[in-house]
């Protein structure tokens, strides 16, 4: 299967100029825990909740005045919406992400995958058992880190 097969299509973004406290807001409103970040029509970005609770409020930052930006991070891993599920599945284990965005091969925001996603989808359960298990081992870095 294909990850254009079950991503969700549904995308918000946002804009590094927005505040945290606005971001977290537009989160809660969607119901979703990933914000990629867009200039000029180019994603250069991604904001999850986890930056802004550990990035920013954790670190005493006024989420009313803290921009994405400062925040956000700026080096994005994604995939491809005609990449197999295996393979995106695999890379996700290795990189320790759990949502990401999809690209079409001209490189146009299409969707997110989330765990979630794969969960419902049709992948082979036991690429599934790796993935998960990947991103379960504990680490002291509390960052989110994606890039490409």
């Known amino acids: ?4 097969k079950c991503m969700t299509e ?21 119901d979703f825990g990933i914000l990629p970040i867009e200039e000029n029509d ?3 970005g991604i904001i999850t909740d986890r930056d802004i609770a550990v990035r920013g409020v954790a670190e005493g930052l006024d989420p009313k005045k803290v921009k994405v930006s400062e925040i956000m991070t700026d080096r ?6 005609d990449q197999s599920l295996d393979e995106v599945a695999q890379n996700l284990g290795e990189n320790r992400i759990r949502r990401l965005p999809v690209l079409n091969r001209k490189k146009r925001l299409v ?3 989330s765990l979630g996603d794969l969960a419902q989808s049709h992948l082979n359960p036991k690429q599934l058992e790796i993935t998960l298990s ?4 504990h680490t002291n870095d509390f960052s989110e880190t994606t890039f490409q």
């Open 10 to 30: 549904k995308v918000e973004l946002g804009s590094p100029n927005m505040t945290l406290l606005d971001a977290a807001k537009k989160m809660r409103d969607g």
């Open 76 to 81: 994005v891993l994604y995939c491809y919406e």
């Open 1 to 4: 299967m294909i990850v254009k």
């Open 111 to 113: 969707g997110i995958l």
């Open 42 to 44: 180019k994603l250069i």
């Open 134 to 137: 990947r991103l379960s081992k």
